[in-house]
């Protein structure tokens, strides 16, 4: 039984989909104006596990993620630069080539993460008909209105007759009260308004026409209209970082129910945020790492590179609703312990059968899916795969015995959590297996010859060849059953 | 002095940019309703390598190629049902999911092709304003009407006024006069006039509001709005598969010129079609081959899987405009070539500088531009590059030698006009070099000490590693300077 942290009730629900077998999942995807960094890999990698848990459980789950290319706006404002536009204006580029060239790099860091795309990956550009149409009917149910050609969604309205604030618990009257000092405002009729379609100024690039101006769309407007087209007007899951629950998911909401008149979400999901050395990730203040400068180390905060595999498995280390904080020591314990998943999961390809097991691998399937229906619980379910692991290497260090069925059954154990839902690469080398393949061989080679060479008493030959593969990075071990070895 | 053939004037032609140091470059995309193929290989290789071209010169490019998600309907015709939205039927998907699926298969192909993304990719559905927009002045015009909350294009009106044909050569009279038989053309005025907007049917599943209907832009529209939108009403080079000349860009001619007035294209490049064992590759034949199954060898009319370098050499060493026939024995020497030229780039990174040159390279870099401004002559330039690679190979093989300066300049020319404007991948293994480097080294070990056994006379040693490393799959070289070897 699935359950699932709501953030709208604030307290777990089991999870029930709309339409038996099927499950509707949006997400908030990136405003592609810069360099992918955590604050993209957490929220992509969260839901990436709850999609490939869904789906692992046999639902058929239709997953949209969206690309902002318009509309979002400096501080995400009603006013100020457009993001992209100004980016755009900066390196002399349309701001469709900004587009392109921050998004494919945006894909290229998720796919190093081990992130699958999404089922639909729609752009707030391509959606301008709908965007305009969606706001008609905002006007007509007399939640908007316009002002000098362009729209703004009347907030007190709406909070008298729905409520607004409820997600993120604000205090709406002080909201409503507060911010009046706001500069270039006075088009709107309250200053918690927030804009539905922006007339464009004249030096604005991207626009287009509306009934109300060559204009924009705002930016909280995609995600509702997005969301409703491919979904429908209810849908099941809404996920997203915590930072958008304010103003972004809080507008989603009043627009989805001023324009159909009622919720479209079931269960809103919020990851938590990421801090570096215990402090906000920010330009300013110097502790901005993209993902690019964590997988090469080229920042000067980090101390050596950190490879994809190792940043998925850190932020699976922690729930979700938890906070992460990246710090050098902590990154290294986590490429530590992958290494030794990694290392287990090697072994148990190559462990021997006995005919009785002194291992009990009898709750270990129980245990992973209570992890996972806890509200995706990856850190104990990270547990329960160490506790697989120290059964595996009992085994292979002949302190335990396993029979071919147990062999079996963890091999499958393991393939299913912690490849096909955690999504953690085993092959680990950057390479595909294949074009590897003969290059393992020949290191196997190389180590039969210094045994040979052992048993021959030619030590200059086994002592060259510890040394030199020591030197290249290899790290070769002695057990029972042979050699091991990896770089 | 770069010449370009243009399929307009049936010439070569001097290259001269509208816009002194930039260029505008268009070229039709997929429609992304199935696996990528050859088909879609050849235009995308042919203006990778123009697009590295121009760039090498140092224009800066704007390459916009479109992805065609809406509009495309069965036989390129007026009628008959959208290609994705059918396929969307057929496999229970919404078609934007087709969409997704299906360009994420185009992106990784083009990327094991080593095909650079363009600059700009839009979306057909991405672009329904602009169209609408685009229709609107054309019916302003005078070239277009609407029927029945559908708008067509007056291909009689234009073909008096402007002519008809130009590119294809069609004879338009004929044209006019021969296809009145077609069924379900009753609401056009002519049966040669194309739709620009179509009312969508009850069943239609994609569709948007238009001042005519709800319904759903002609195929032919997106280019000339997208390519207008993104390069402006005139720009420089329009590429695409020779297939597409009709009727495709004769409607795009005519749409840009009704619109605009004026032509927006000032030189158009077409690539020729490929055929496998002598046919036309067609799925009712039996040898529709995807680029997928190439990489893998898994249909059944290949004998071996033939890997993206070799798809992509085996393109390049004919020239853009010649036809390119796919049969198992012209790949397998595509294969040999490609493996000759790579081996000729591995050792020239290991060529030893002598005082006196008896190579003579003072020609090559000349014959490779003048190759290459031939009209992008790429066959003719692999032959230079194959004269490098004899010079190379002399050095090394010791029957001619080569001062620092000659082998500082075969690095620069192979890295520019092989790795750059060719688009080969040297690295050649699938994995990064990175990742291999302790392989590599773990290899010259094997082969080290396999030297080290032949002096001490340890034969049972040294066969050894002969016999395991050719039947691992690695071939090794004596030559004089030492052991050469590959996988």
């Known amino acids: ?38 604050g993209h890999a957490r929220p992509a990698i969260t839901f990436d596990v709850v999609y490939r848990y869904l789906t692992h459980l046999g639902y058929k789950v239709r997953y949209v993620r969206n690309i902002t290319d318009v509309g979002h706006l400096e ?34 860091a998720m796919e190093a993460l081990n992130v699958l795309p999404p089922s639909i990956e729609p752009h707030a550009s391509g959606h301008i008909i709908e965007q305009i149409e969606y706001i008609k009917k905002i006007i007509d149910a007399g939640y908007a209105y316009e002002s000098e050609g362009s729209v703004y969604f009347d907030v007190p309205k709406f909070n008298k007759d729905y409520g607004y604030g409820k997600l993120s618990g604000r205090n709406i ?33 991207m626009h287009w026409p509306s009934p109300w101006s060559e204009g924009f769309p705002g930016w909280h407007l995609e995600c509702s209209t997005m969301s409703e087209k491919y979904l429908g007007e209810t849908f099941d899951i809404h996920g997203g970082g ?72 850190f932020i699976l280390q ?47 399937e129980q245990r992973a899916y209570e992890a996972m229906d806890d509200d995706f619980n990856t850190p104990v379910l990270i547990g329960v795969l160490f506790d697989a692991v120290r059964m595996i290497n009992q085994v292979k260090d002949h302190t335990a015995s396993a029979t071919q069925a147990d062999i079996d059954f963890l091999r499958k154990f393991m393939d299913t ?49 510890r040394d030199r593969l020591a030197a290249i990075g290899f790290s070769v071990k002695d057990t029972k059953d042979g050699v091991e070895w990896s770089v």
């Open 75 to 108: 501080h995400d404002a009603d006013d100020g630069e457009d993001k992209i536009a100004k980016k755009a204006r900066l390196e002399q580029l349309e701001p469709m080539e900004v587009v392109q060239y921050y998004m494919g790099r945006y894909h290229k």
């Open 1 to 38: 039984m699935l359950t699932i942290y709501n953030s709208m009730s604030r307290q777990k629900e089991v999870f029930k989909p709309l339409h038996e077998k099927r499950v509707g999942m949006y997400v908030c995807g990136p405003t592609v104006y810069g360099d992918g960094h955590l």
């Open 173 to 205: 009257d002080e909201l409503l009260t507060t911010t009046r000092e706001l500069d270039g405002q006075s088009e709107k009729r309250n200053p918690a308004d927030f804009a539905l379609w922006k007339k464009a100024a004249p030096e604005h690039i």
């Open 417 to 465: 959590f912690l490849v096909e839902i955690l999504g953690i690469r085993v092959d680990g080398d950057g390479g595909s297996a294949d074009s590897l393949k003969p290059y393992r061989d020949a290191v196997d080679l190389l180590l039969e010859i210094r045994s040979n060479a052992k048993k021959n008493k030619d030590w200059t030959t086994s002592d060259l060849i």
């Open 242 to 313: 915590m930072d958008l629950k304010f103003p972004h998911h809080e507008c989603e909401i009043a627009q989805s129910v001023a324009h159909s008149g009622h919720p479209a979400v079931h269960y809103w999901m919020h990851n938590n945020m990421i801090t570096i050395n215990g402090k906000k990730m920010g330009k300013s203040l110097g502790n901005f790492i993209t993902l690019d400068e964590f997988f090469t180390g080229s920042h000067e905060l980090l101390e050596q590179a950190y490879s994809p595999m190792t940043i998925r498995f």
């Open 318 to 364: 922690a729930h979700y609703r938890g906070t992460v904080d990246f710090g050098n020591d902590a990154l290294k314990s986590a490429e530590t312990a992958l290494g030794r998943m990694l290392d287990g999961y090697r072994r148990l390809q190559e462990l021997k059968a006995s005919d009785v097991s002194t291992i009990d691998v009898s709750t270990l």
